[in-house]
């Protein structure tokens, strides 16, 4: 008991293991993943207080009070709701016994030590999340952009000299048009599944 507790204020409980895919069914993560949605697990960090799960739609954190408490709060990040950004990796130190990795999930910011000695599993962990954080960049990019071109051709036909019955046509007709044509470059560049970038990056 003395040694849990000496560990705890150490924050040594706090460093985390990769579970590997053959130790997923032993998590509590597993118990929430959408498998009728596809969703599958590709990277998974456990402490002795939480559980830290990637998954091809979702960021799942089983968030434990502390590394006595059994009481476990689920928390879950879509993709799609919540991009990721401002990755980093901290590598170890000389005395150092984890390394530690950052992001970003919209306004939530996380930050998670692993064992040193997985340094080699992480940097894949790394690799895809910034690989990640890029597509969100370009994609918010591209989308801004393409509502910025249909805002142009609004105020170009407003500024047109045509009869108002012609214009009042016209501008419904341009609605219509740019409703569907804005869907369609969301579901374009709103990207939600990025089981392609985890197969790339960790399942090499």
Known sequence: MLKKFAADALGLSDIGKIIGPEDYDKT??????RHEDHEKIYFLIK????????????????????AVSSKRVLKRYP???????????????RVD?????????????FSIDVDKRQLEKLNDLYKALVYISEINHENSVMYDMAVNSLDKAVTVLHNSRTSDVGLSE???QLT??????LSSARDQYHRKDFGEVFEKYINN
């Open 170 to 172: 016209e501008y419904k």
């Open 28 to 33: 509590d993560a597993d118990d929430y993943i």
């Open 97 to 109: 016994l984890d390394i530690e990795i950052k992001f970003n999930l919209g306004n939530q910011a």
């Open 79 to 93: 993709y799609s709701q919540h991009k990721i950004t401002n990755v980093f990796l901290e590598t170890a130190g």
């Open 47 to 66: 402490t002795k207080a939480d559980e830290y799960c990637f998954t091809n739609i979702a960021f799942i954190h089983v968030d434990g009070a502390n």
């Open 176 to 181: 219509e048009y740019g409703f569907s044509w």
